[in-house]
């Protein structure tokens, strides 16, 4: 403990050392209020330099521990600067000298983005959006692509390249308020050198005069606009209220170009959000509820990877005229196509938004493998899906192509990785249980022999077939293959389960039933019993619930449908109801225990087992009543298993004639008798003269039994009466006639 100890003061006290060590060396993602750029900064000794090409700028200054202290410079402008490495180097905050915020995330991994095309008419206004669109989705250090493709006239020289990003900025709002297919703008075949384009908005006719011209170095570049660009600007901006649509408002998919972009922009967050943005962007309504999810994610990856085939996906070729129902179609292949369509209203609701119809997402497979062969577009459409699934297929046809070919809708991987998940999911399932049961037999204690040869079947179907449950999605099954494998082994882990959880709520509840037997305090055999009988009940209906859903069963309508006709079923059952109810009422007032002899009502008897809804009770000639416990829970129960003691009366009539003196004898003499019995409580015989009448004297002799039992309390008695009997005898007392037996005068009642 001291070494360990020693190790870790050791590491932590290195923390600060080591974090003060990172570099500021490579490339940083950067922010600021209103606007951002890539950065490059390379540390030498303590001296920093970098520069981001976007706007011109350059970074200079020195290192003290994890800040940054120097000066940006662009152009004639300079201001200083202040940034401060975060403990792990992967980002930093940093200020300007105005107070305002520039923060950076450091980029891992290769740097991609648009590639500059300026060759043709074509390939410039290409080049332009794409790098628009980039910019749009997180990486602002496009908007200098974008800006490198902008013919801004005379005004360029004077420009700072701030003021150009700003510029193209605003030239890119403008081009994507309108609709328009590259395919027809001529390309490198352009005649002249210039172009003029008219741009419309879809829906409206508004009209973007758009020129594309080609300079003295031979490359094409988009002209900036002339004439007033306000007006433009304002006339394109009406039918959203004179303000561009907010930067997420694309996730409404009240378009078919919004839907597109949602679909992409998914991909680039899918860990946080993004998944459900994707998914949303399908309709997944054709599938049942137990494969949506799964079927939704691998519809998703197949598009994905269809579209990396396809070409760059350009969203202002799209419509995005709100008012169109017109289903659009992105790619079209005798395999399957890829349409966006608007969903449509449910009752009483409004349209959903724009999504890939069912018959893309259902043709998503076939799709992806007939143009898997063709070769990525440079760079990718989008960003790659992290399926698992799609790793392992391209494992495999790199290693073994033959393992690819199908067999019905199976590929042969996928059949050779079924058996091979369920061999190693019970496989862990055996060593897992073994562990299980190890601690299952530790909280049994002696029982563990039966309890764990119940259990362990049970126990090892469920972990196998809850590890297979969570390892299938690797394989990608197809939705006929996926429906059977989901179905029939949840089936199975349902069953399982329910089986394991019955066998095992049976072991510990009977050893917490033995437990409460032995102790006194508030858990006794009857709640222990009801707890049962509940657990059972919810497992039951967890598993039956499980099992719908796994077979895609309406339970839905069924649940929704109890909750509709709730009276009618709680008036119906009001019996039922009633006696679950009475359960509670008598965990809740503790009126008897197990054992305890009682009396409610004609039930006369001893309390054998107290269930959700009856209660078992074993009468004195030995046969079993069933009373409910709504019945019971409503009579006036008479507990005598909870008697402290019993008391025992004898009345007796003394026959004339009879000295005082010898009266007084006999009374005590009775006291001595009680002296003898075992189990009278010391102190609480009592015997005296009840009444005086021309039949004789009557006296009645009192005293407590301390027992818990009939057998005791029968014993005690008999006891008394032959010592009564044995006294009178001995003393010659005469007895009246109709109280010569003492027996028939002997009365016990509970105190």
């Known amino acids: 403990m001291r070494l360990l100890l020693a190790v870790c003061l050791t590491l932590l006290a290195s923390l600060p050392a080591w974090a003060a060590d990172v570099s500021w ?32 700028g350059t970074i200079e200054g020195t290192v003290q521990g994890r800040e940054l202290h120097g000066r940006w410079i662009e152009g004639s402008r300079s201001g200083e600067i202040t940034f401060v490495l975060a403990p792990d180097g992967q980002s930093f905050m940093g200020r300007f000298e105005t107070g305002e915020w520039w923060t950076g995330a450091r980029v891992l991994g290769a740097v991609g983005g648009v590639v500059l095309d300026q ?48 510029a193209a900025r605003a030239l890119f ?18 005649v002249g050198d210039q172009l003029d384009l008219e741009l419309k908005q879809a829906g409206t006719g508004v009209v973007l005069p758009l020129s594309l011209v080609r300079g003295t170095d031979k490359l094409w570049r988009v002209a900036m606009p002339e004439g007033d660009l306000n ?72 598009l994905n990877e269809a579209m990396d085939r396809i070409g760059q996906i350009v969203p202002q070729e799209i419509s995005d005229d709100p008012q169109s129902r017109v289903p659009y179609t992105v790619f079209s292949h005798p395999a399957g196509s890829m349409v966006l369509a608007p969903a ?50 391209r494992w495999v046809r790199d290693v073994a192509p033959a393992l690819s070919a199908r067999i019905g809708s199976l590929e042969a991987w996928q059949g050779i990785g079924v058996l091979v998940l369920l061999a190693g999911s019970f496989a862990a399932a055996f060593a897992a249980g073994w562990f299980v049961l190890a601690v299952l037999r530790r909280a049994i204690g002696g029982r563990q022999a039966s309890a764990e040869h119940q259990f362990r079947w049970p126990l090892r179907l469920a972990l196998g077939f809850l590890l ?20 029939a082994t949840d089936v199975i882990l349902a069953l399982a389960v329910m089986w394991g959880g019955w066998k095992l709520i049976d072991t510990f509840g009977a050893g917490v039933a033995r437990r409460a037997e032995a102790t006194v305090g508030t858990l006794d055999e009857i709640v222990v019993s009801l707890v049962m009988g509940a657990c059972k009940l919810v497992l039951l209906a967890g598993g039956l619930l499980f099992i719908a859903q796994a077979l895609s069963l309406p339970y839905e309508g069924v649940v929704a449908g109890l909750g509709i006709g709730g009276l009618a ?31 409610a009502g004609d039930a006369r008897g001893t309390v054998e087992h107290v269930g959700i809804r009856s209660t078992r009770i074993r009468t004195g000639d030995d046969s079993l009543l069933v009373v409910p416990n709504g019945k019971l829970a409503d009579a006036a129960v008479n507990n005598l298993g909870t008697r402290r003691h019993r008391v025992v009366k004898a009345k007796l009539l003394v026959m004339h004639p009879i000295a005082p003196n010898a009266l007084a004898a006999f009374m005590d003499g009775l006291l001595a008798l009680t002296a003898e019995v075992p189990h009278v409580r010391p102190g609480s015989a009592a015997a005296g003269v009840t009444s005086i009448g021309p039949d004789g004297v009557g006296i009645e002799l009192s005293c407590f039994l301390d027992v818990r039992t009939l057998d005791d309390e029968r014993t005690d008695r008999t006891t008394l009466m032959l010592g009564v009997l044995r006294l009178t005898d001995r003393m010659r007392v005469r007895l009246s006639q109709q109280d010569t037996n003492p027996a028939a005068a002997l009365e016990a009642v509970a105190a």
């Open 468 to 487: 297979y449950h969570f390892a299938a999605p690797v394989l990608g099954l197809p939705e006929d293959a996926k429906r059977i494998s989901t179905g």
């Open 25 to 56: 060396t490579g490339q940083w993602d950067t922010r600021w209020r209103d606007g951002g750029a890539r950065m490059q900064l390379d540390l030498r000794g303590n001296e920093v330099t970098g520069a981001y090409p976007a706007y011109g």
């Open 119 to 166: 060759a043709g008419a074509r390939q410039a206004l290409r080049t332009f959006v794409m790098a628009g669109n980039a910019a749009r989705a997180g990486n602002p250090n496009e908007w200098a692509k974008a800006a490198a493709v902008v013919e801004f006239g005379e005004p360029s020289a004077s420009m700072a390249p701030g003021q150009k990003l700003a």
């Open 231 to 302: 007006k433009l600007r304002d006339m394109l901006l009406a039918r959203s209220g004179g303000r561009p649509p907010p930067p997420d408002d694309f996730k409404r998919r009240a378009t078919a170009r919004d839907a597109m972009r949602s679909f992409a922009a998914g991909f680039q967050d899918w860990d946080s959000g993004g998944r459900a943005q994707v998914l949303d962007t399908l309709d997944l309504s054709g599938f049942s509820d137990a494969t949506r999810a799964y079927e939704g994610e691998l519809a998703a990856a197949y």
């Open 344 to 393: 449509l209203p449910g009752p009483g609701s409004e349209a959903a938004g724009w999504r890939f119809n069912t018959d893309t997402v259902h043709s998503a497979r076939e799709l992806y493998t007939a143009i898997e062969d063709m070769p990525e577009v440079l760079g990718g459409a989008l960003p790659d899906v992290p399926s698992t699934y799609m790793r392992i297929r």
């Open 569 to 599: 079923v709680a008036f119906a059952s009001r019996e039922t109801l009633s006696n679950v109810f009475g359960a509670g009422i008598l965990v809740a007032d503790r009126p008897f225990r197990r054992g305890d002899w009682i009396e």
């Open 173 to 190: 709002e403008l081009i994507d308020q309108t609709t328009f297919q590259l395919f027809a703008i001529p390309g490198r075949r352009a």
